[in-house]
């Protein structure tokens, strides 16, 4: 096989990635920017969308769900500028809620 072959079969599988991320076919955005590693964030997770749509799905959803919030405020912290257009709550290092 000419090398030229082998180029063109390349560049027409990068071509095909792009264009179906573009049509929302695929999702290539890294979604695990904060350092985490594996999931669907991973390099290998393309196969998986594509070749598994399902457990794809399922390990989003899962990722989603690992995020904790921040807690809900207690009926004894007062406003916490809620009336004032701004929430802010501060966090001891263990992640509760200062008093």
Same mark, same amino acid.
Request: aromatic share 6%.
């Given at each position: 096989?000419?090398?030229?072959?082998?180029? /063109? $079969?390349? $560049?027409?599988?990068?071509?095909?990635?792009?264009?179906?991320? +573009?049509? /929302?076919? #695929?999702?290539?955005?890294?979604? +695990?920017?904060? *350092?985490? %590693?594996?999931?669907? /964030?991973?390099?290998?997770? $393309? *196969?998986? !969308?594509?070749?598994?749509?399902? =457990?794809?799905?399922?390990?989003? !959803?899962?990722? =989603?769900?690992?995020?904790?919030?921040?807690?809900?405020? #207690?009926?004894?912290?007062?406003? &916490?500028?809620?009336?004032?257009?701004?929430?802010?709550?501060?966090?001891?290092?263990? %992640?509760?809620? &200062? =008093?």
């Amino acid at each position: 096989m000419d090398w030229w072959v082998v180029l /063109g $079969i390349a $560049i027409a599988i990068i071509v095909m990635a792009l264009v179906a991320n +573009h049509k /929302g076919w #695929i999702d290539l955005s890294d979604k +695990h920017r904060s *350092g985490r %590693g594996g999931g669907s /964030g991973s390099g290998l997770g $393309i *196969g998986d !969308e594509v070749f598994h749509p399902t =457990r794809h799905e399922a390990q989003v !959803e899962m990722d =989603r769900q690992t995020v904790l919030p921040a807690p809900a405020p #207690i009926p004894g912290d007062g406003d &916490k500028g809620v009336y004032r257009g701004r929430v802010q709550i501060a966090l001891d290092d263990d %992640g509760t809620p &200062k =008093r």
